[in-house]
């Protein structure tokens, strides 16, 4: 254990950056007071019930693709969870200042039905004796996090974007999420991550993070805060006060951030200090205990020192405070479902996102404030936060979409070749033994009939893929003869003898690997593919450490995610029509020494 401690600081001296990127307070406040908004946003506050206060503070899911009319199991499954049937019955009865949109929940089929979801919700908020409307929120990081899928342009995720190492890049792919998604009637996104991911085994963030230099993800944060707000949604910097080095999975058990206050100074403050700078509308609490910041024992998201103490008040943000789901069972492990929400607002916290039982958190709450525990002007300091970002958002004016704005901004031409030309800037070559690729040199018949084979991981938005399948389809368009052949992350015996056997005849073998460990079959299937001596070229389509658990592979990359837009433009480097221009943005260790680097930050080699 000591030994591990001692090579996990090395790993955290190395990719810390440089001085911090200073806090500006947002300006929101002062301008309010100066135009007389803040005087109307607390008139029609003064308008609310106690119930209506305390249920703009809430964030829900709802199973169902029409907020009136869901299928008949959506609606016996919100019965079941919620105690109503449909979207408008639950704002109805409990107030919600806002909806969550997730893919398992149905509730984002298509973009003309999410838009039609959208404005049934908002009919519904409209309808109270308080009118207000909703914020309808969901995670659409892009790259392995994304809950809108085609026709919506999909694109690379944040350490894709961080290969890339352009801002102006990652700006102009948030801008176009959040068109497309402030198209829709999403006006709020739980992006960008602003963890920086120093540990190589964390199970919940890795490429969801830009990278592990402090700095250079600092940069793409404010980037995409921009891009986000200037296509007309809520940006939402996250996990808050950061995630990146841990070896648990907030969702399934509560993480340990061992850094001291001056680590978290140098390596995980500056991306939410750059957020903060550039106006980020909302920041996410994270589920994490972090001692050096609060001894006690309580995660983040409840914790009234990071949050009012740090957040609030030595970094001056006046935004909205959102916390992560309350279903998941890092903030569940040491109090009970009623207790999280009274805590979480006692900490600071604004928005409380998906409590497993909302008739129990909001019950709590309403307890709370009865008995005197929480005073109702807490209640309404975090009301006003909200209501402020619903005008910024121009909902209290027309919060309604069109189907005309779905056709001409969703998957518009334009938004689909900017994210081929961003990906293309993305895909990093990290070995390339005697010059195995490009496979498509000029002049040569060589490396013509190829055998695509690996992983084929579930499409983060259930609408692309299979990556197998679109890049022997992309390669075949480029001129070679690909056939794939999926293998799965766990390939058995049979399966591994079956891909060698039709590696045999084929020019080259081109591998799609997922999380490659020592233990992992994936290994055993590469190994055997080298072993009948056919060229074996190896893309990491998740984290770009597979390399290093691949030795003697003679060509590999890393595209950093697996929907069609990233395989494609893999593709596409891989036959030589497009330079390999990404650059590791987070180093890659030794498999048999991880105090040791094999590739460091900023590596990526060249065709030219």
Known sequence: MHSRNLSRRTLLTATAGAASVAAVPAPHAAAEEHTGRRGRLERLIARMSLEEKVGQLFVMRVYGHSATDPDPADAEQNLKEIGVRTAAELVATYHVGGIIYFSWAHNTRDPHQIADLSN???????????????????DQEHGIVARVGKPATLLPGAMALGAGGSAADARRAAQIAGAELAAMGIRQNYAPVADVNVNPANPVIGVRSF????????????????????????????????????????????????????????????PFRAAIAAGADAVMTAHIQFPALDPSGDPATLSRPILTGILREEL????????????????????????????????????????????????????????????????????????????????????????????????????????????????????????????????????????????DPASPSGTTGPPTSVMAGALNELGFDAVSLPTGTSPGPARIEEAAAAAYGRDT????????????????????LLDTGVPVVALAVRNPYDVAQLAGVPAALASYGWTDVEVRAAA?????????RGRLPAPVQRADDPAQVLYPIGHGLSYT
């Open 316 to 455: 001056c943000y006046d935004g909205v405070i959102v916390t992560d789901s309350l279903g998941m069972q890092g903030v569940r492990e040491k109090y009970g479902d009623d207790r999280v929400p009274v805590l979480a607002l006692h900490a600071g916290a604004d928005q409380l996102l998906n409590p497993p039982d909302l008739a129990l958190a909001r019950n709590a709450v309403l307890d709370a404030v009865e008995s005197g525990e929480l005073a109702v002007e807490r209640v309404e300091q975090s009301v006003l936060r909200i209501l402020r970002l619903k005008e910024r958002l121009g909902l209290l004016r027309d919060p309604f979409v069109s189907h005309r704005d779905v056709e001409r901004t969703v998957g518009a031409r334009s938004h689909l070749a900017a994210a081929d030309r961003i990906a293309e800037e993305t895909t990093t070559l990290l070995v390339n033994e005697d010059r195995l690729l490009p496979l498509g040199r000029r002049g040569t018949r060589t490396h013509r009939r190829l055998l695509v084979v690996g992983a």
């Open 509 to 528: 073998v081109v591998v799609l690997t997922y999380n490659v460990t020592a233990g992992s079959s994936q290994r055993t299937l590469v190994q055997r």
């Open 572 to 580: 596409r480097v891989i036959a030589g029509r497009a330079q390999p």
């Open 211 to 270: 990278g592990a230099a402090p700095q250079r993800v600092a940069g793409m944060v404010a980037a995409q805060v921009r891009g986000y707000e200037s296509g007309g949604v809520a940006a939402t910097a996250k996990h808050f006060p950061g995630h990146g080095d841990t070896t648990v999975d907030s969702h399934t058990g509560i993480p340990v951030i061992t850094h001291t206050r001056e680590e978290w100074e140098e390596l995980d403050a500056p």
């Open 120 to 138: 049934g919700i908002q009919r519904a908020g409209l309808a109270q004796s308080a009118p207000v409307p909703l914020l309808v929120s969901t």
